[in-house]
């Protein structure tokens, strides 16, 4: 079997320095020696420059998914992508929307620094390139595994900061697990919820606003006058807002600034019950888009990407909404490129 490897920095590629700190230094070369692969899998090792993914910008990710691009271009069976865990959730989505392709790409990383004694690099992987070799991984999409676990990058997001399994799906159920060395799927009917667009990485300007209680206008307009191109509003419960951010929107609309409600709220499918006070039902009724199953950092890639395509608003909405978009036989995953503005007018 022939895996490539795309290695990115972040903790499992990290050794602890003189002073304390964690640093990314480690080549992917090192990680595969170290990681106790069996001796039938060639890997084929891409290094990008290794570094924490904190720093990373929508740009750095794009040209991770690049050279994923170009490892499937090879005879390959697989792509492995090691990555660290702050935005590995946004870079596995940016992967997922942009690659069309049958063979698995399997996200993973660690919470430990491969110095420690009972570090999960290793462990992870291997599930992961398990997880890339087997044919019951095809076709599902670009997938992530961490902790055991194997889950969609789609609404899966970082839900703990120090402990193994730290990646759970927002919404859904995990894709399977990795046991004893076999891929074991546990859900069948998984397919691909993500539109997909190629291109080059989106340079769209979103922003991401985190509501709470008694939350006013100041960060909505300050988001308008800087002439954002687009707005995820980090709502509460199931997508709920409150009356100044209702009254806000028509505004921003006005300003041609797409707006996406998801939730503060780490796990459950979103909908739009409420009215009334600025309820999701009355967001939804002012022009504001409801993400029914991605929490905010993977909302704002999905809609940069989107802005960047010049999808419309029904087809945004629809990609937002994958549940209602497959259940219609008139939905497409294929986005066309009319202009937005003139349903935002």
Do not use: W
């Amino acid at each position: 079997m022939r895996i490539a490897l795309v290695a990115t920095g972040g903790t499992i590629s990290s050794v602890t320095l003189g002073d304390g700190s964690r640093s990314a230094s480690l080549q992917g070369a090192e990680l595969v020696a170290a990681s106790g692969l069996p001796s039938d899998i060639d890997v084929r090792v891409s290094d990008l420059r290794p570094r924490g993914s904190y720093s990373f910008s929508l740009s750095d990710m794009s040209e991770i998914v690049d050279a994923v691009a170009t490892a499937l271009l090879d005879e390959v069976d697989g792509v492995v992508v090691t990555h660290g865990t702050d935005t590995l959730e946004e870079t596995a989505m940016l992967a997922d929307i942009r690659l069309h392709d049958a063979r698995p790409v399997v996200f993973t990383g660690a919470q430990r620094t491969s110095d420690e004694t009972d570090a999960d690099g290793a462990r992870n992987l291997r599930d992961a390139v398990t997880v890339a070799t087997s044919p019951q991984a095809r076709g599902r999409g670009v997938l992530i595994a961490f902790g055991g676990h194997v889950l969609a990058a789609r609404a899966t997001t970082k839900t703990d900061t120090t402990a193994l399994d730290a990646f759970r799906p927002a919404v859904r159920t995990d894709i399977g697990m990795v046991r004893d060395g076999v891929f074991a799927p546990t859900n069948d009917s998984a397919g691909r919820l993500t539109p997909h667009l190629p291109g080059a990485g989106p340079a769209a300007r979103v922003e991401i606003i985190h509501a709470y209680g008694g939350m006013g206008r100041t960060l909505l307009d300050a988001c308008r006058n800087a002439g954002v191109d687009g707005l995820i509003v980090q709502g509460t419960g199931s997508g709920n807002g409150n009356p100044d951010v209702l009254a806000a929107l028509p505004e921003l609309r006005a300003a041609g600034i797409v707006t996406v409600i998801t939730s503060r709220v780490p796990s459950g499918p979103l909908a739009a019950r409420y009215s009334r006070s600025g309820g999701g039902r009355d967001l939804v009724d002012a022009g504001a888009i409801l993400s029914t199953d991605l929490r905010a950092s993977q909302a704002r890639v999905l809609l940069a990407t989107l802005l960047d395509a010049g999808a419309s608003v029904r087809e945004m909405r629809a990609a937002f909404a994958p549940d209602a978009a497959a259940s219609s036989p008139s939905t497409s995953s294929r986005i066309t490129p009319p202009s937005i503005i003139k349903e935002l007018s």
